[in-house]
């Protein structure tokens, strides 16, 4: 949604111009949270609703808002409730403070995090290091493993869903954005969900895998390619099927799907590191309900490290950047 619409029975303010709309917006979730939360800063938007930046006012700390109507089509707030309460304490995930339902509404807040990856990648002229690569791709193949270890599959990875932690954290991988994960084992029973057909695309078409466009069922095995997908894209900053144009959407997603079902291995992986191919071939062999071996998967990531003698110091191209911007405006004219 753009905005969030006055509540029936509210009064109606009239809109003359862009600034009183937000402060209107501002007026009327303070109303809905019980001044438990200021409001400061709009965020972003998705399908969902919008995310704001605020000040929890019984700490005096900032903290992250997402918001949502009750009655949401494809309501995603109290999934990701669950989401935090099963992933609490897990290093790479954030905290939720707290869930309010009122007026209508749906508000979570939780822990302030830093920029995207895809922000970063921006930031750093849209290709990292390949040192850099390696040191996040490490940190969301474990993120994603400890999310597997407790039953669930995340099912919408991307950069955009990857933040750098702030303060203490900042060099910390963290994941966001669980709406669409769901859980692909009992915890009790162990018995996994059925390979089933007919499914329509969950996530996101870039990085979907290969079994996600056919139809199938997503487990364990379809988050990895997604990452596989995205060490890509770190990795030279585009992805072979970005840019097709299409009449539609669906129509978009079978070419997408076609290029990756097409695209041979050496092209995909040309000019990276032989193991890329290597972590991927497996990924592509897992049959649905097995279980990944994540220790093997690390282990050709560390592999890279010893090759090329890299440190493993969390210190990114960001770094670099950041200094290097700093020293050319501190330095007199």
Not at 121 to 132: G, I, M, P
Not at 275 to 285: A, F, H
């Amino acid at each position: 949604m753009a905005n969030v619409p006055i509540i029936q029975g509210d009064p109606i303010v009239k809109i003359t111009n862009k600034e009183e709309k937000e402060d209107d917006r501002f007026e009327i979730l303070s109303s809905i949270i019980n001044h438990r939360f200021e409001i400061l800063k709009r965020l972003g938007s998705g399908s969902f609703g919008e995310v704001f930046l605020a000040k929890d006012i019984t700490t005096n700390l900032l903290c992250a808002i997402k918001t949502e109507r009750n009655d949401s089509k494809h309501p995603q707030l109290h999934i990701e409730q669950q989401i935090f309460l099963r992933m609490k304490n897990c290093l790479g995930y954030p905290s939720m403070i707290t869930l309010i339902e009122e007026k209508g509404f749906i508000i979570l807040a939780m822990d302030l995090l830093g920029p995207s990856l895809e922000d970063l990648l921006n930031f750093c002229q849209r290709k990292f290091s390949k040192k850099t690569v390696l040191m996040l791709i490490d940190q969301a193949i474990l993120r994603i493993q400890h999310m597997h270890e407790r039953f669930l599959i995340h099912r919408d990875l991307k950069p955009d869903n990857f933040l750098m932690g702030i303060k203490q954290k900042a060099n910390i991988l963290h994941v966001i954005d669980f709406g669409l994960c769901k859980q692909y084992r009992d915890p009790i029973t162990h018995i996994h969900i059925s390979l089933t057909y007919g499914k329509s695309l969950t996530g996101t078409a870039r990085y979907a895998s290969i079994y996600t466009h056919q139809g199938y069922e997503q487990s364990r095995r379809d988050d990895l390619e997604s990452l596989i997908y995205i060490l890509i894209y770190l990795s030279k900053g585009e992805l072979p099927w970005m840019g097709i144009k299409a009449s539609d959407k669906r129509k978009k997603y079978e070419l997408i799907a076609m290029k990756k079902m097409n695209i041979t291995s050496n092209e995909l992986f040309k000019n990276l590191p032989k193991q890329y191919k290597i972590i991927y071939n497996y990924i592509r062999s897992l049959t649905f309900n097995e279980k990944p071996d994540y220790i093997y998967i690390r282990s050709q990531i560390r592999s890279i490290f010893l090759k090329y003698h890299y440190k493993y110091d969390y210190i990114y191209d960001w770094y670099y950047m950041a200094k290097r911007m700093k020293n050319i405006l501190d330095k007199p004219e």
